[in-house]
């Protein structure tokens, strides 16, 4: 079981380092008024972050609303 565990740890390290990689381009990105450019990896990295937190809150919503029942 450890051994799984190391073997998919590595693959999934690979496929993040290889979807870094693809997506080093810089894009232009228009907010209401302002426009600036950043990194492709790093807004798919910061919608990964928003969603895993809006994830958690939820999820801890959740739990808290079923104790109280």
Avoid: D
């Amino acid at each position: 079981m450890r051994k799984l565990k190391s073997i998919v740890t590595i693959v999934l390290g690979a496929l993040v380092v290889l979807i870094a990689f693809q997506n080093m381009a810089a894009v232009e990105l228009t907010f209401l008024f302002w426009t600036f450019e950043a990194r492709r990896i790093v807004l798919i990295g910061i919608c990964v972050v928003i969603g895993f937190l809006l994830g958690r809150i939820t999820s801890t919503h959740k739990q808290t609303s079923q104790e109280v029942q």
